[in-house]
């Protein structure tokens, strides 16, 4: 499955962005997929899963209130929503998926297929 995160961009604190990640090639609908982030030398933060029906969700520590995943497999795509951004959520956003990972596995290292990924800025 090929991977495309859009949606990032420059945001003020405290405002809201949603993420796309479209997904194109061997069936999206059966993969899990999962949001990541890296800041300028910091390590590949896991941001948020999803089950490959939607039913089950998992969340990072940091963003867990704030950020919402979802997804519409008629549409091949699945979305994070990120609300009350903050100078710290400032990174570049990836989108992973894999049919085995279990949605609570936190490594980058579980997920096989990746896009390249978009970046958010947020100003303090």
């Known amino acids: 499955v090929q991977l495309q995160a859009s949606g990032g961009g420059l945001v003020q604190e405290g405002d809201s962005l949603r993420l796309s990640c479209l997904g194109s090639?061997?069936?999206?609908?059966?993969?899990?997929v999962a949001w990541f982030r890296q800041a300028p030398g910091k390590e590949r933060e896991f941001v948020a899963a999803i089950t490959w029906s939607g039913g089950g969700k998992y969340y990072g520590n940091s963003v867990k209130d704030r950020f919402t995943i979802s997804r519409d497999n008629a549409l091949n795509t699945a979305y994070l929503q990120m609300n009350d951004l903050k100078p710290e959520d400032t990174a570049v956003y990836y989108c992973a998926a894999d049919r085995i990972t279990t949605i609570q596995n936190q490594k980058s290292t579980a997920y096989d297929h990746w896009g390249r990924g978009t970046l958010v800025t947020v100003s303090s």
């Open positions: 090639g061997a069936a999206f609908s059966n993969h899990n």
